[in-house]
Every structure is written in C-alpha cells, then in structure tokens.
C-alpha cells in the first residue's frame, strides 16, 4: 500500500488522427512553451510529453529530485521511423549518431532535462497494462523517498506504424491520440494499492475501465464500471484520476486493465482525508 496527495490532472489530445502523419490538432503555442531545440528528434509524442510537464507547473518545494515516469506503448517511436523514412527516400544508410537521440526512451530524458529535474527518468511499456504499471512505479519513488515528486505521463501518438501494430491484438480499439500528465506527491490524503494476474485466458469485456466503490459500511454498492474501448491509456488514466480527486473520505475509485492474453492489473485508491485545495484538473 502507498500513500500519496494528488495535484493537478491534465489532457493533450490532439485529436482522432487512428496513426496518421498529421496531427492537425496540437496545441496552436506549442512551439512557444516548449521552443524548436532538437526538434529532428522530437516527434509528436515527445513534444507533447514537454508541453505538458512545461506548462503544468507547481511549486514543489525545496526539492529538485522530481522522477519522471513515462507510461507508454509506442513512445516517440515515430522519430525512429522518421529516420528510416528518410534513409528509405533518400536512398542512403543514416548515421548511427542519429539514433542514441532518438530512442524510445528519449521522451523521459527531455523532460527530465527541460524541467530541471535529478531525480530519475524511465518510460514503462507494459502493453495495456501500462498505466497501472506507470503508477506503480511513479509512487514507488515516492514511498522509498527517492523523489518529492513524480510526474505521471500516460499516453500515445500514433504514427501510421504504431497504429498498425495496436491492430494486430486490439484490432477493435481505436487510437486516439493524446497523453495525461499528473503530479503525484508526497502525503497521506490518499492510499493506493495494486493487483496483478493472470487467467491465461482473455478478458471478455472492456480493455480498461474505472468505477467508484462507495465508503466502506454505506449502503451503496460499487457504481458500474465505465469501459474504455480506446487502445491509449490516457483517457482512462485521466478519467480515474478525475475521480480519486472527487472521492469522499473513505471512498475508492479503481481502474483495471485487461489485456488480450489474460493478464490484468489493478489499482484502487482510497481517500483518507477531506480534499486538499490543490487538487484540480484542466
């Protein structure tokens, strides 16, 4: 079981671009917050992942040591693809220099370097189970104590590539593009615990859905389940963290994820006090 506080949720979608090149619906000062240094190695994802952690701020004390979890599945994979894209047209190899800048991982390290941070970075790709997974991690770092703060970013933007992969085992779901960035703090307004399994055989309803249990001892029974058909963690991500900001004192919201082969995780936060005043979404 963990313990934490909440800030502040937000949302970049750009738009239901389902893997196209163009992603007409970016934020129209994009490029103002998060300015055009590196941009060969920035794709939309990572440039949506800087937007977010840029303007987003929050005074998070004395402490610089903020971790940066990234839950993805794809990542800024389409910069890799950009590059085989162009070797491909141009009819010659690429350098491997290009390559160490624009790995999937490279998100996280341009946050982290762009936010100030020196506390730790990692990107989490657990399939659709990832955002359950990038929550572990996020509030392991703050349990042990290695960092004040951690900065959750849950999401995809899919470039045709990327879609078509999603296709081969969730061929149903729709990728929507967008990511979810959320501060989780050190505190105790909320304690969080996880569950992971496996049936060995597949989920026969929705990917991932979040519902809302009622205080324990009150008759109220758990809400039903809303489903999330889209293959993007985001959505759901920021759905439930929407809901663990509304909870009352001793209610719990839960998001559970199901993946095709079987496996499943859980999380279920519960609060433990009245709301905190800085606790809001945009």
Not at 144 to 152: C, I, T
Not at 230 to 257: G, K, M, Q, W
């Given at each position: 079981?963990?313990?934490f506080?909440?800030?502040?949720?937000?949302?970049?979608?750009?738009?239901p671009?389902?893997?196209?090149?163009?992603?007409?619906?970016?934020?129209?000062?994009?490029?103002?917050?998060?300015?055009?240094?590196?941009?060969?190695?920035?794709?939309?994802?990572?440039?949506?992942?800087?937007?977010?952690?840029?303007?987003?701020?929050?005074t998070?004390?004395?402490?610089?040591?903020?971790?940066?979890?990234?839950?993805?599945?794809?990542?800024?994979?389409?910069?890799?693809?950009?590059?085989?894209?162009?070797?491909?047209?141009?009819?010659?190899?690429?350098?491997?220099?290009?390559?160490?800048?624009?790995?999937?991982?490279?998100?996280?390290a341009?946050?982290?370097?762009?936010?100030?941070?020196?506390?730790?970075?990692?990107?989490?790709n657990?399939?659709?189970?990832?955002?359950?997974?990038?929550?572990?991690?996020?509030?392991?770092?703050?349990?042990?104590?290695?960092?004040?703060?951690?900065?959750?970013l849950?999401?995809d933007?899919?470039?045709?590539?990327?879609?078509?992969?999603a296709?081969?085992?969730?061929g149903?779901?729709?990728?929507?593009?967008g990511?979810?960035?959320?501060?989780?703090?050190k505190?105790?307004?909320?304690?969080?615990?996880?569950?992971?399994?496996a049936?060995?055989?597949?989920?026969?309803?929705?990917?991932?859905?979040?519902?809302?249990?009622?205080?324990?001892?009150?008759?109220?029974?758990?809400?039903?389940?809303?489903?999330?058909?889209?293959?993007?963690?985001?959505?759901?991500?920021?759905?439930?963290?929407?809901?663990?900001?509304?909870l009352?004192?001793?209610?719990?919201?839960a998001?559970?994820?199901?993946?095709?082969?079987?496996?499943?995780?859980?999380?279920?936060?519960?609060?433990?006090?009245?709301?905190?005043?800085?606790?809001?979404?945009?």
């Amino acid at each position: 079981m963990f313990e934490f506080t909440l800030g502040p949720v937000a949302l970049c979608a750009p738009g239901p671009t389902d893997g196209q090149d163009e992603h007409a619906g970016l934020p129209p000062d994009l490029h103002e917050v998060i300015g055009t240094a590196g941009d060969r190695f920035r794709d939309p994802f990572t440039r949506i992942c800087l937007y977010l952690a840029l303007g987003c701020s929050e005074t998070t004390g004395e402490r610089d040591d903020d971790t940066v979890v990234i839950g993805t599945e794809y990542g800024n994979t389409a910069a890799l693809v950009g590059l085989q894209r162009e070797a491909a047209t141009k009819g010659r190899l690429l350098s491997a220099q290009n390559f160490p800048n624009a790995t999937s991982s490279s998100a996280s390290a341009f946050v982290n370097l762009r936010i100030g941070s020196t506390g730790r970075n990692m990107t989490i790709n657990a399939g659709v189970l990832t955002p359950v997974m990038a929550m572990w991690q996020a509030l392991s770092a703050l349990d042990q104590d290695r960092s004040a703060v951690s900065r959750l970013l849950i999401g995809d933007v899919y470039a045709p590539e990327a879609a078509e992969d999603a296709a081969l085992d969730t061929g149903d779901a729709p990728c929507t593009d967008g990511v979810a960035h959320a501060f989780l703090r050190k505190g105790a307004e909320f304690t969080a615990e996880f569950v992971f399994g496996a049936t060995g055989e597949p989920h026969p309803g929705p990917v991932r859905s979040v519902h809302r249990a009622g205080a324990l001892g009150s008759e109220a029974g758990d809400a039903e389940p809303v489903p999330f058909v889209e293959r993007n963690s985001a959505f759901a991500t920021r759905a439930f963290l929407d809901l663990v900001h509304t909870l009352a004192p001793a209610e719990a919201a839960a998001l559970e994820c199901h993946a095709p082969d079987g496996r499943h995780a859980t999380v279920t936060v519960t609060r433990q006090h009245a709301n905190s005043t800085n606790g809001r979404s945009l």
